[in-house]
């Protein structure tokens, strides 16, 4: 994940409280998705970043996960991610995302 | 038309440079903070042998095509190609040694020393450049020693050791200092091989050229002007050139598309007849991924400079047509979900001429080596490339769902560019599809290049050009060079 998104992702979690957060992401393969998901959970796991070490334990979802696609406008979802759903590995990226959020450690 | 544009020559060339890799940008940091990094970098950089008979490299000089590399079992690393050759139809690969000797005979103002030992082998492994070849000298020990005393700058290696220096110009002056210099060095060295490589193979002379676009990414000026000098000249000057002029396209990764399409543009107006595009390497990229390599236990993949030329000019009957009225872009107002950027570069061009997606032969996309990327978080970009492409004409009810994989088999390819940054932006298949086409196997071919216009925190847009090549009407079923 990028330096400045880390930052940005600390610097929020820090200013509310993880009810009041939610990290969705929209990698396009379960790979980055994982990484993206252990970084807002477990800590950036390249260790380059601010979240080196830090276990945020944020929930985190892919956006096309049901739950974030039940909540969002269905045309909107269509414009924006309906590309993407048909052409990602989607439950190999959901059950990454999950195993993260779930509080996964470094084996499946 | 008389002055239809067309890709007539390209070329393609890697400079195996292993001791690069601590100077890219990422190993350069990681190493500061963690010095013992260094050992275990240096034991997992790989040898000139594995590097020349690296299935994707092959490709990348035309000794195999992508179809071929689609075949080889991954990783290809493990698998490599037997009897692999340095020389291939599309350009060639150099050693280190070499490269060196090129930084060398490109250096017009002293930045760069190297021992004796260095140039001797230089001079032996770098052929060609006869004209510049006494610039390639080499220091005693006393005096690189007393040139590293005197100047700011870092040494460089070879073969493990210490065997030269780069200097800064200028302690006031970040755009000057030697990092940067190195970098710019870098660039042009592996330009100029580029540009060389591609007048030797063509019947074009280098003062028939009468304009030079690069493409690279490096950032030359001073400190009044960062980034906005040139290295177009730079090159063309090394490779006699003199009757060109030139300038710059930055872009980021989509600068060699959006410059083919200018050169195209200044072709088919009668301002230029050959029109140059070049991209030298990108030193700040080696090593970008090794982190990931060194936790993966696999070698560090990114180990060379890649570059690239290609000459535009009026349709000579063999060559590849640049077909302007089919050119796509991803206006500012577009949108950036990959639906926008698909409909912007792909749909929209196609729709114009009453084309469907399935009448592209071939997409050329993001060519990165996914052996590169997938180990860190970059995954598979072709691929996601072509799936994404492929959803799209799913959507447009051109194929089915369940036709989404042989879409994407049919239509794409595996990677096979080094990552670095413009280079792989789908022009590493136009001299594929030129063989392609000369073999009577390729009628259309889209090259579709995306720019992360945001890394600059400028803006967060991003940005996407494309074109369609076509065979000349001369070009039939014939011989293959």
């Known amino acids: 994940m990028d330096l400045d998104d880390q930052a940005n992702v600390n610097r929020l ?6 009810e009041e957060m939610v990290v969705i992401l929209g990698q396009p393969d379960s790979n980055s998705a994982g990484l993206f998901a252990e970084t807002v959970t477990r800590g950036d796991p390249t260790w380059a970043g601010p979240l080196a070490g830090v276990p945020l334990g944020l929930p985190v979802y892919h956006i096309l996960e049901p739950e974030i696609r039940q909540s969002m406008d269905a045309d909107v979802y269509q414009e924006h991610v309906g590309l993407m759903e048909l052409s990602a590995d989607v439950d190999e990226i959901i059950k990454w995302v999950k195993f993260y959020r779930e509080g996964g450690g470094d084996t499946l | 038309m008389q002055n239809d544009p067309a890709i007539l020559y390209s070329s393609y060339v890697l400079a195996h440079a292993p001791d690069f890799v601590r100077y890219g940008s990422k190993p350069t940091r990681d190493l500061a903070a963690e010095p013992e990094l260094l050992e275990q970098m240096a034991g997992s950089l790989r040898s000139w042998d594995e590097v020349l008979a690296y299935p994707p490299n092959q490709t990348f000089i035309g000794n195999l095509t992508p179809d071929d590399l689609a075949a080889i ?28 000797g090129l930084m060398k005979l490109c250096d017009d103002f002293d930045l760069l020393m190297i021992s004796e030992a260095l140039a001797e082998q230089a001079r032996s492994e770098l052929t060609g450049f006869e004209h510049r070849r006494d610039q390639i000298t080499g220091a005693t020990t006393d005096e690189l020693t007393r040139f590293i005393d005197d100047n700011d700058g870092f040494e460089l290696y070879h073969e493990g050791v210490v065997a030269g220096f780069i200097r800064s110009v200028h302690e006031q002056d970040a755009s000057l200092e030697a990092h940067v210099l190195f970098e710019n060095l870098a660039c042009k060295a592996t330009a100029v091989l580029a540009v060389s490589e591609l007048l030797e193979n063509s019947p074009i002379n280098p003062e028939d050229v009468d304009y030079l676009f690069n493409t690279g990414e490096e950032a030359v000026g001073d400190r009044y002007q960062r980034g906005g000098g040139s290295l177009s000249k730079a090159v063309g000057e090394v490779v006699g050139c003199v009757n060109a002029t030139g300038s710059d396209i930055k872009a980021f990764c989509a600068a060699p598309v959006h410059a083919l399409l200018t050169a195209a543009a200044v072709v088919a ?15 700040a990229k080696m090593g970008m991924k090794f982190r990931a390599h060194l936790r993966n236990g696999v070698p560090i993949l990114e180990d060379c400079l890649a570059s690239m030329a290609f000459i535009v000019g009026p349709d000579n009957g063999d060559a590849m047509r640049l077909r302007l009225d089919l050119a796509g872009k991803h206006p500012i107002g577009a949108g950036s979900s990959p639906q926008a950027i698909y409909q912007a570069l792909v749909v929209d061009p196609l729709e114009q001429a009453g084309l469907e997606m399935t009448d592209v032969d071939r997409y050329a996309v993001e060519l990165h080596n996914p052996e590169i990327t997938e180990h860190g978080d970059g995954g598979d970009v072709p691929k996601t490339n072509y799936r994404t492409l492929a959803a799209m004409a799913v959507l447009r009810g051109e194929i089915e769902r369940d036709e989404m994989d042989a879409f994407a088999a049919k239509h794409g390819m595996p990677g096979f560019s080094p990552t670095q940054g413009h280079i792989p932006a789908g022009v590493p298949y136009l001299a594929h599809a030129h063989a392609a086409m000369r073999r009577g196997e390729l009628q259309r071919a889209m090259i579709v290049a995306k720019g992360s216009l945001f890394l600059g925190r400028m803006t967060q847009l991003v940005d996407g050009v494309s074109f369609v090549v076509e065979p000349s009407a001369g070009l039939t079923k014939s011989t293959e060079k």
């Open chain 1, 13 to 18: 979690a820090e200013e509310s409280s993880s």
């Open chain 2, 73 to 100: 079992e991954r990783p290809w690393y493990e698998n490599l190609v037997s009897d692999a050759e340095s020389e291939g139809p599309f350009g060639r690969m150099i050693t280190q040694a070499a490269l060196y």
């Open chain 2, 269 to 283: 107006a009668g301002l230029h007849k050959y029109v140059v595009v070049l991209g030298g390497g990108s030193q």
